[in-house]
Nanobody, 122 residues
Framework: QVQLVESGGGLVQAGGSLRLSCAVS????????MGWFRQAPGKEREFVAA??????IPRYADSVKGRFTISRDNAKLYLQMNSLKPEDSAVYYC?????????????????WGQGTQVTVSS
């Protein structure tokens, strides 16, 4: 079973940067889609970015395109967040699911981390 543990959240001023990490442990293979999602108070969980563990091809939500970058190495998934805005404030979750294609729908992910808080002050 794959386990996911996020880290790297915090408080940052608008225009600043943060780098989130997701440690991936357990039985892993290359046939995983990995994603970052976020949920603000009173809102639904929304897609931020996704990639395939096998080839690293990314996909981004329009709201973060050009500002966020998803990447991975042998054991971690990352989300580099630049030019942060107050509306980026949320709990950010790392997720994984067995798939051969990119997955952007939260309900299709069956493995989730505990989340890490990102707060962007204006």
């Amino acid at each position: 079973q794959v386990q996911l543990v996020e880290s790297g959240g915090g408080l940052v001023q608008a225009g600043g940067s943060l780098r989130l990490s997701c440690a991936v442990s357990g039985r892993t293979s290359s046939n995983y889609a990995m994603g970052w999602f976020r949920q603000a108070p009173g809102k639904e969980r929304e897609f931020v970015a996704a990639t395939l563990w096998s080839n690293g091809i990314p996909r981004y939500a329009d709201s973060v395109k050009g500002r966020f970058t998803i990447s991975r190495d042998n054991a971690k998934l990352y989300l580099q967040m630049n030019s942060l805005k107050p509306e980026d404030s949320a709990v950010y979750y790392c997720a994984a699911t067995r798939a051969f294609v990119l997955v952007t729908t939260p309900s299709r992910y069956n493995l989730w981390g505990q989340g890490t808080q990102v707060t962007v002050s204006s």
